[in-house]
């Protein structure tokens, strides 16, 4: 059976729930899904699904699998429609989001470039730190960082994004510099609010288990670019993103501490609806987005945010 004929399956099961929805896309007998579903998983040797009569929910593998063909099929698609497109100019009207703080720094100084490239393009940007509906609200495309959750829409992972404790070198002539995580009980730690989406605290892998930090000092704020300035003014230590305070780290405005106990990265994303073929604007934009992230040197500006 066709491996690619496989993936494209699990994909329409997994993000239509359940194997009559997905047969009915391709006006076959669910049967027919089910045989391609479970030559796939002999295939890779690990259960992709659970399947009850009522209920299909994805294994933490399939859920992996999951991201991974998605984005396998809209690199493909996205390949494929640039190849036939020639060239062609991007028209029409791009709706886009991201968090406010990364889309001041990495989504909104990108669209000038981007539009001098399609000038036949319309864009309104959002920056929002709620999570927007995009199919309901009837966006293109979002930029998220972190963790996603289960959805039926489309993500791509763009770059990765650690998490790192920095503080500036004034405070850590002054204080010291921490050794270990249980030594942040000892210091002035620079928190977001607990009204705040950061609830489970900073995050560390210690002897291979997660531990999460939520001591704080005398300064918390709900405004994550607070906390930035307030840790270059030599206030204590904060736990930021990696795209936040690496040209700050790279300039010695801050100094990172605690690598040795970082937690995994998360990802960078472009998000859209699931559709069976984007609008030639928004691949273009996914792609001129993946050609500045992919190149670990833009993450590393100094100066002015990138």
């Known amino acids: 059976m066709d491996r690619f004929t496989q ?47 009522r209920k299909l929910t994805l ?24 190849v036939s497109a020639g060239g062609a100019q991007a028209s029409g009207h791009l709706r886009l989001t991201a968090p406010a703080g990364f889309g001041r720094r990495h989504v909104a100084p990108l669209l000038p470039g981007f539009l001098a490239q399609h000038p036949q393009l319309r864009v309104s940007l959002n920056l929002a730190d709620r999570v927007i509906d995009l199919v309901h609200e009837g966006y293109d495309c979002a930029v998220r960082v972190g963790d996603l959750p289960d959805s039926s829409l489309v993500s791509q992972r763009l770059a990765d994004n650690r998490r790192l404790v920095v503080a500036a070198p004034a405070y850590l002539a ?14 002035e730690c620079l928190m977001l609010s607990s009204d705040a989406s950061q609830t489970r605290g900073w995050a560390f892998r210690i002897d ?16 994550g670019q607070v906390l930035h300035e307030w840790c270059l ?22 100094v990172s501490v ?16 699931e559709r069976s073929l984007q609008p030639l ?7 001129h987005l993946r050609a500045h992230y992919a190149r670990s040197e833009y993450w590393l500006r100094t100066g002015s945010p990138a």
Request: charged share 20%; with cysteine.
């Open 7 to 53: 993936i494209e399956t699990f994909v329409a099961v997994a993000t239509r729930g359940s194997f009559t929805a997905a047969a009915a896309l391709e006006d076959v007998a669910p049967a027919v899904i089910g045989r391609r579903i479970d030559a796939l998983e002999a295939r890779l040797g690990v259960r992709l699904m659970h399947r009850t009569t």
């Open 233 to 254: 003014q030599g206030l204590g230590l904060a736990w930021r993103s990696s795209w936040e305070v690496a040209g700050d780290c790279q300039a010695g405005r801050l």
């Open 258 to 273: 605690l690598d040795a106990f970082a937690a995994p990265p998360n990802g960078i994303y472009a998000v859209t609806p």
């Open 281 to 287: 604007r928004v691949r273009l934009w996914v792609e």
């Open 208 to 223: 291979g288990q997660m531990h999460y930090h939520r001591q704080g000092g005398r300064l918390d704020c709900s405004d």
């Open 174 to 187: 002054r204080a010291g510099t921490p050794q270990h995580p249980r030594e942040l009980l000892q210091h």
């Open 59 to 82: 294994t933490p593998e399939g859920q992996n699998y999951l991201e991974d063909c998605q984005r396998i099929l809209a690199e493909l698609a996205g390949a494929e429609s640039l």
